[in-house]
C-alpha cells in the first residue's frame, strides 16, 4: 500500500483533539490542549516522576516471506506547537512580553485571545532498511528541530484589502527514533520489530517548568507508520491462534499498532495513540477534517452554522486550520447535508449473524 493512501487515516490521528467546536481560541478546550500522543522533554517527565511521558514504544511482528529479504520503511510523524499572537497583543495591564533567550514568550496565565498556537507537521523518516542489518544492530534516526521566529503580514478574516502581521515563535525540539528487530524463538521467518520515540530536547529548570510551556517543546500526536516488501505484518487484535501467545508478549507503550489498507492487505501498520482497530477507515460522507472523531459530524456542522458573526470572526482571526473548518461548512449544499444525516452500509436479514 502507498504511503500517500494511508494520508487520510494518518492525518486524523495527527489532528484528533487539535482545535474543538467552536473553534475558536478563546474557548477554554482550546487554550487547555490535550491532544494525544504527547511526548513531553525527558528532563521535565523525570522532574514529574514521569508521570507525563518522555518516550513511545511499539512492538509488532513481522513475518518474512521466505524468497526475499524483508525491506522495511519507517515513517515517525509529529506536530510541533508554535505560539502565534497579533503584534500589537501585550499582557493585562500593557507590560511588554517578556522572552527567553530563545525569543520565546513566557505567559504566566492562559494564553489570551489573541494568542493561540499553531501545529507545525513534522516526519522522521528512513526506507529500505534491510531486515538483516536491524537484526545485526539497532537504526538510530536522531532528529533536531531549531528554534524559529517568524513575521508575516497576510490577509485579515480573508479579507485581501485588510492585512495583519502575525509573529509566530518555535522552539528548539530534539530526539531520536530507533528501530531494531529479532528473531521470535522456535518460529522460522517470524520477527519482532521495535520502534522507540524520544523527545530529549534540552530545557531549564524543568521543575519548575509549566505544562503549557513544556509542551513547546513536545513532541505532539506522535505516531509512526511502518511498511515492508518481502513480508507481511501480524494482526495484534486478531492474531492467527499459534501466534496469540507470541502477538501478546509485544510491549506497547503509550501507542497501539493496527493493520492499514483494504482488509487483507498486511504490508503497512499504523502505530498510533488512539486504540484503532484493524483496518480503520475515514467515513466518505465526511466534509471536513473536524478534529473531533468521537463527535457526530452532522451535529457539529449544524452547530458551526448557529456561531454568531462574533464568533466566525474570532475563528478567522485565528489557527489557519480553524478557518478552513469554517469556510468548508459554510460551502455545503443541501444534498450534503443530507448525506451526513445517515447513510446504510449494508442490508441483512434479522436474524442473520453479522460477518
Known amino acids: 500500500m502507498k504511503l500517500e493512501e494511508i494520508q487520510a487515516i494518518a492525518e486524523a490521528v495527527l489532528y484528533e483533539g487539535y482545535l474543538l467546536y467552536p473553534y475558536r481560541h478563546s474557548a477554554l478546550k482550546n487554550r487547555q490542549r490535550w491532544t494525544y500522543g504527547v511526548l513531553y522533554p525527558r528532563a521535565y517527565s523525570e522532574a514529574g516522576g514521569e508521570v507525563e511521558p518522555w518516550r513511545m514504544q511499539t512492538e509488532c511482528l513481522l513475518e518474512a516471506d521466505g524468497g526475499t529479504e ?37 505567559w ?8 493561540w498556537e499553531e501545529g507545525v507537521e ?63 524463538p522456535e518460529r522460522a521467518h517470524l520477527y519482532k520489530l521495535r520502534v522507540t520515540v524520544t523527545n530529549t ?15 513547546l517543546s513536545a513532541c505532539v500526536s506522535t505516531h509512526t507508520i511502518l511498511q515492508v516488501e ?11 491462534e499459534e501466534l496469540r501467545q507470541v502477538a501478546a508478549s509485544c510491549c506497547n507503550s503509550g501507542t497501539w499498532p493496527v493493520l492499514v489498507g483494504e482488509p487483507g492487505e498486511r504490508d503497512s501498520l499504523l502505530s498510533s495513540p488512539i486504540i484503532l482497530y484493524d483496518y480503520p477507515q475515514i467515513a466518505p460522507e465526511s466534509p471536513a477534517p473536524l478534529f473531533d ?47 451526513l444525516h445517515g447513510t446504510i ?3 441483512r436479514a434479522l436474524g442473520e449473524a453479522e460477518p
Open 70 to 106: 524483508p525491506q522495511l520503511s519507517i515513517a515517525v510523524r509529529f506536530l510541533q506547537l508554535m505560539r502565534c499572537r497579533r503584534e500589537d497583543e501585550q499582557r493585562p495591564g500593557g507590560q511588554a512580553i517578556e522572552r527567553s533567550r530563545e525569543g520565546v514568550p513566557r
Open 108 to 115: 504566566a496565565e492562559a494564553p489570551l485571545e489573541g494568542v
Open 122 to 184: 513534522r516526519s522522521v523518516s528512513a526506507t529500505a532498511l534491510a531486515q538483516r542489518e536491524l537484526l545485526q544492530a539497532e537504526r538510530r534516526l536522531p532528529f533536531a528541530f531549531p528554534a524559529r521566529y517568524l513575521e508575516e503580514e497576510e490577509p485579515h478574516g480573508g479579507r485581501t484589502s485588510e492585512t495583519r502581521r502575525i509573529v509566530r515563535e518555535g522552539r528548539t525540539l530534539s530526539g531520536a527514533v530507533s528501530i531494531a528487530a529479532e528473531p521470535v
Open 201 to 215: 530536547t534540552p530545557v531549564e529548570k524543568p521543575a519548575e517548568l509549566r505544562a503549557q510551556e513544556a509542551l
Open 230 to 240: 518481502g513480508g507481511a505484518f501480524v494482526s495484534l487484535i486478531e492474531p492467527p
Open 293 to 339: 472523531g468521537t463527535e457526530i459530524d452532522e451535529l457539529l456542522a449544524l452547530r458551526i452554522l448557529t456561531l454568531t458573526d462574533e464568533e466566525k470572526e474570532q475563528i478567522r482571526r485565528g489557527d489557519a486550520r480553524g478557518r478552513a473548518v469554517l469556510e468548508q461548512i459554510e460551502r455545503l449544499t443541501p444534498e450534503q447535508f443530507l448525506q
Open 345 to 347: 452500509r449494508g442490508l
